[in-house]
């Protein structure tokens, strides 16, 4: 991903732009794209700020704000399976797949139990 443009250049374009000059002057002024001049006003107008956004996916995920409830649920009954501790988060409005819950307990060196189904385990 890019970076973003200085905030100073932001502040000229903004500026040109409310001294009464066109949305597309400042486009062959600085060289920059029409769209860079219309983001830059929007974001002026919503956040009176020209700082640039954060860039990328925001720290932690969907399971971070329910890891001690999984490590109590986890170390109470240590019998619990993947596919258990989907539907019980499921019942607290959380929808995840048993691959994200299983890397979220090998992050906090958990393990969950395996049960084998009835032919595996030698019965009919």
Do not use: Y
């Not at 200085?6 to 769209?35: D, I, K, M, Q, Y």
């Not at 974001?43 to 925001?58: F, I, K, M, N």
């Amino acid at each position: 991903m890019g970076k973003p443009h200085p905030v100073e250049l932001r502040a000229r374009v903004v500026g040109f732009v409310e001294e009464g000059n066109s949305h597309r002057e400042p486009t062959r002024h600085f060289r920059v794209s029409p769209r860079f001049v219309n983001n830059m006003m929007i974001l002026h107008r919503a956040t009176g700020s020209l700082a640039p956004q954060r860039q990328g996916h925001p720290p932690g995920g969907k399971l971070t704000a329910h890891g001690e409830w999984i490590e109590a649920r986890v170390a109470a009954n240590g019998e619990v399976t993947l596919d258990e501790l989907c539907i019980e988060l499921a019942g607290r409005g959380v929808d995840v797949d048993r691959s994200t819950v299983g890397r979220f307990l090998n992050r906090l060196g958990l393990r969950a139990a395996v049960r084998k189904s009835a032919t595996v385990a030698g019965r009919p």
